[in-house]
């Protein structure tokens, strides 16, 4: 199982950027993938999440109405848009798989396999 997250990088606040993570090793459309990001000092909190067809989604409070997760299960690729970023938003972000048969949720304790982390710094 691989996840190689990509896209992050440095942006003003009220800025946008896009993450994806591309995933292999595994039959990407039978699981949940999710988002989670670690800010120095932190613990790793969660973003979002999506099932496995994309028809459903949860989110964060602190991220609701500004990111939002999507899938290509023919790409096996998740994705991160995220819109109105904020300094406090400035973290490394991990994508992750849920483990087999779990459905949506938010305690890293229900993901298995964990990306490399992607940086992203909002600051003017």
């Known amino acids: 199982v691989q996840l190689q997250a990509s896209g992050g990088g440095l942006v003003q606040p009220g800025g946008s950027l896009r993450l994806s993570c591309v995933a292999s090793?595994?039959?990407?459309?039978?699981?949940?993938m999710g988002w989670f990001r670690q800010a120095p000092g932190q613990e790793r909190d969660f973003v979002a999440a999506?099932?496995?067809?994309?028809?459903?989604?949860i989110y964060a409070d602190s991220v609701k109405d500004r990111f939002t997760i999507s899938r290509n299960n023919a790409k096996t690729t998740v994705y991160l848009q995220m819109n109105s970023l904020k300094p406090e938003d400035t973290a490394v972000y991990y994508c992750?798989?849920?483990?087999?048969?779990?459905?949506?949720?938010?305690?890293?304790?229900?993901?298995?396999?964990w990306g490399q982390g992607t940086l992203v710094t909002v600051s003017s």
């Open positions: 999506i099932r496995w067809n994309g028809d459903k989604t």
């Open positions: 090793g595994f039959t990407f459309s039978n699981y949940v």
């Open positions: 992750a798989r849920a483990r087999l048969y779990y459905g949506l949720g938010a305690l890293p304790s229900r993901y298995d396999y």
